[in-house]
C-alpha cells in the first residue's frame, strides 16, 4: 500500500469548507462526494470559521515595498535628468 500524502489546493480547501458551512449536505455524503477524510473536512470547516474575520480586517500593515518601489522610481528620474544633462554638457 501506497503511504503518499495527497495534497489539496487551496481553492479545494476553501469549497469544501463552505460546502460544509451551508450544511445542506451531511459530512458523510460530502466525504464521499470529494473522497475526503470526514474529519479532514471538519478540519477546514474550523479553520474557515475562526479566520473568516481576518478577510474582512483592516488591520493589515502597509507594504513596504510600495514605498521602495516609489523611492526607486525617484531615483530612476534623478538619474535620468543627471544623465540629460551631462549628454548635453559633452555635447
Do not use: C
Request: cysteine-free; charged content about 35%.
Amino acid at each position: 500500500m501506497s503511504n503518499l500524502r495527497r495534497k489539496f489546493s487551496s481553492s479545494f480547501k476553501a469549497k469544501v469548507a463552505l460546502e460544509a458551512v451551508q450544511e445542506r449536505e451531511t459530512i458523510e455524503s460530502l466525504s464521499k462526494k470529494h473522497d475526503v477524510h470526514p474529519n479532514q473536512i471538519l478540519r477546514w470547516k474550523k479553520e474557515l470559521t475562526d479566520n473568516s474575520s481576518k478577510v474582512f480586517s483592516s488591520d493589515t500593515k502597509p507594504d513596504k515595498s510600495a514605498h521602495l518601489i516609489d523611492e526607486l522610481y525617484k531615483q530612476i528620474g534623478q538619474l535620468k535628468v543627471d544623465n540629460d544633462f551631462l549628454k548635453k554638457k559633452l555635447s
